[in-house]
């Protein structure tokens, strides 16, 4: 996980390592802009979140990594953090999945 900036929407929440773009992105241009490396990413889901000003559409993806830099945390232990609306649905998004995959 990580801990927004202090500034702007969501300021000091923490979220799951994020991409955030004016526009739509090419999948293939992803793992480029993300915080730490990855193997793998699979489209997990997608959903559109309002906020009083703005619509905001977030693509979900499970994602493997062997960097072990940052803030790692189990599943369990990331929902006891500050987190906003759209990161709280994420992460039971993540946790979903993983529990239907073992």
Known sequence: VEQRGRDGLWAGLWQVPTVEADRALRRSSLPGRLPVRVQSMTPLAAFDHQTSHRR????VYQATSRVR?????RLDAVEEL???VPQRRIVS???GSVA???
């Open 56 to 59: 905001i559409r977030f693509h």
């Open 69 to 73: 830099k940052g803030d790692w945390r």
């Open 82 to 84: 500050p987190l906003s």
């Open 93 to 95: 998004m993540l946790a």
């Open 100 to 102: 239907g995959s073992t």
